[in-house]
Every structure is written in structure tokens, then in C-alpha cells.
């Protein structure tokens, strides 16, 4: 059973261009999660998705990100324009159920603006 | 909103020894505890995790224990190996239950 997917790897953007990271869930989970962690800090909670929907955004910025979860295909963060700021690892994670249930994690998509 | 400290930021020990990281949490209405290892370049893994209608778990050499009262709790790994040397994080949930709050995370580096 593979776990959550996440591509690039490995991301590298001009300031002003624009990045799309992809997720796709652990089978049979469709509760996705967005964080993201800056160097030598913890993870920061972005946005919560279940299929077509978002169910919590508090922690997106308000302006040049968004993130979708479609009914078919992986859930997508964008960043537009993007800026030096913006530079860290951004880690999908997915559970089964919502709720104080477990939260399982990708590798994470390494962005670095230059 | 949640807030979790996590303490120590570092900490180095002998091989063998047993390593404790503890954490605070301040919303009361938050029930599940996770913690997660985190090795360099990978995501961050689940290890073990405690809900708030018990006060400790065990598995093999990890445990964690949780006071709800005094709203915090610790991991404890024995018999460190160097294998353990990672970032370890404490996180809650908030009482809505959609998100983790982390804590800082503590570097743990098992001298062999």
C-alpha cells in the first residue's frame, strides 16, 4: 500500500513565476492537509481539503496561494508569483477520517526561489 | 488558537541512555497528541500517539505519557540507539480536530 505521493521533489522557481505541488493521498484516505515548514522550524498548518472541497483555509496566506483536492487526480497547492518568502518544504499529509484521527505524511516538495 | 512548546530545542545522549521531551499545549479542548520523527530530507513520520482518555502508551522502547490537568506530555524512548538520531515533534489537535499544531521540534542526537 503506497503512502502519500508528492511531486516534484525538488522545485526551483524564478521569483515571479509560478509553482504547483502535487499530492496524492494514502489509498482509501480522502482528507488532505496541507503544511509547511520554513528551515530549522516545526510545520505550520496551510489548509485542509476533502474531495472538491476546502474545509479549512486559516493558514494560507490571503493572497497568491491556493490549493484544490478535484474528485479526479491529486490535490494541488499553487503559489503564484512567487517570492524569496516563499522558499521552504511544503509536506502533504492524508487521513482516513477527520477529526483526532492519525495524519500520515509525504516526502514534501522542496521549493526554492531564486 | 492551539499553542505548543516543546522542550528541549536539543539533546544529546549516550548510546544506551533513555532520552525525555516534553511538551505543553494550551487549548483544553484539544484530545490528540501525535508525535512524529523527522530525518533529514524525508517527511515526517508518525511514531506513536496518545488520545486524551488515557495517561500513557507504550510501544517497545517509546512511551507517552499525557496530564490533561496540567495540560502536557513527554515522550520517552529508552535505550537510545543511533538509529533515533532525528527531529522529533510533538503536535495537538485543536478542537475542531482538522489540524496539527507542532510544536518546535527537538534535534536528539545519540552518541554511540
Known amino acids: 500500500n503506497a503512502g502519500v505521493m508528492q511531486n516534484p521533489r525538488h522545485l526551483v522557481r524564478r521569483r515571479g513565476q509560478e509553482a504547483r505541488l502535487r499530492c496524492s493521498p494514502m489509498k482509501g484516505h480522502s482528507h488532505v492537509y496541507w503544511y509547511r515548514q520554513l528551515p530549522e522550524e516545526g510545520l505550520k498548518f496551510m489548509v485542509y481539503l476533502q474531495k472538491e472541497n476546502i474545509i479549512d483555509e486559516s493558514g494560507m496566506p490571503k493572497e497568491r496561494f491556493s490549493a484544490e483536492f478535484p474528485k479526479e487526480g491529486p490535490s494541488i497547492l499553487r503559489i503564484q508569483q512567487v517570492v524569496r518568502g516563499d522558499s521552504a518544504a511544503y509536506f502533504c499529509?492524508?487521513?482516513?477520517?477527520?477529526?483526532?484521527?492519525?495524519?500520515?505524511f509525504g516526502p514534501g516538495t522542496r521549493l526554492t526561489v531564486t | 488558537g492551539e499553542n505548543v512548546e516543546q522542550h528541549p530545542s536539543t539533546l544529546s545522549v549516550q548510546e544506551g541512555d533513555s532520552a525525555v521531551i516534553k511538551c505543553t499545549y494550551s487549548?483544553?479542548?484539544?484530545?490528540?497528541f501525535p508525535w512524529y520523527k523527522q530525518e533529514l530530507g524525508k517527511g515526517p513520520q508518525l511514531i506513536i500517539d496518545i488520545r486524551s482518555n488515557v495517561g500513557e502508551k507504550k510501544d517497545q522502547r517509546i512511551a507517552v505519557t499525557l496530564n490533561k490537568t496540567a495540560k502536557h506530555f513527554s515522550l520517552h524512548i529508552t535505550e537510545t540507539q543511533p538509529e533515533d538520531s532525528a527531529v522529533y515533534f510533538c503536535?495537538?489537535?485543536?478542537?475542531?480536530?482538522?489540524?496539527?499544531?507542532f510544536g518546535g521540534g527537538t534535534r536528539l542526537m545519540v552518541k554511540p
Open positions: 499529509a492524508s487521513s482516513p477520517i477527520a477529526g483526532d484521527y492519525e495524519q500520515y
Open positions: 503536535a495537538a489537535t485543536n478542537n475542531a480536530g482538522n489540524m496539527l499544531t
Open positions: 487549548d483544553s479542548a484539544s484530545n490528540y
